[in-house]
Nanobody, 122 residues
Framework: QVHLVESGGGLAQAGGSLRLSCQAS????????MGWFRQAPGKEREFVARVMWNGRGTYYADSVKGRFTISRDKAKITVYLQMNSLKPEDTAVYYC???????????????WGQGTQVTVSS
């Protein structure tokens, strides 16, 4: 049973942009916090950004603040990650998450997407 489906990953040059999307499968996700984590080869999974269920509270990792923007649609079951001014160090698999508790750690999130690869060339 697939709950979260990501799209929009791919290859970009440094300084370029990509937009990730995450579509939730059920309306119940409209009451969940949603966000993004990423994992680069040989590194631990790290928090990127999250948004509260109402779309009003957004939080970012220091490494992406000012470059990435998270948002969710009016129905609140699709979340987006607009990534600008990309850097090679942004290269990772990006995972969409959803959960009843919003956090900067991965453990509280009950639902995870399958991941989408983002590669930034220098």
């Amino acid at each position: 049973q697939v709950h979260l489906v990501e799209s929009g990953g791919g290859l970009a040059q440094a300084g370029g942009s990509l937009r990730l999307s995450c579509q939730a499968s059920e309306p119940t996700f409209s009451s969940y916090a949603m966000g993004w984590f990423r994992q680069a080869p040989g590194k631990e999974r790290e928090f990127v950004a999250r948004v509260m269920w109402n779309g009003r509270g957004t939080y970012y990792a220091d490494s992406v603040k000012g470059r990435f923007t998270i948002s969710r649609d009016k129905a609140k079951i699709t979340v987006y990650l607009q990534m600008n001014s990309l850097k090679p160090e942004d290269t990772a698999v990006y995972y969409c998450v959803a959960g009843r508790v919003a956090a900067d750690l991965p453990e509280p999130y009950e639902y995870w997407g399958q991941g989408t690869q983002v590669t930034v060339s220098s």
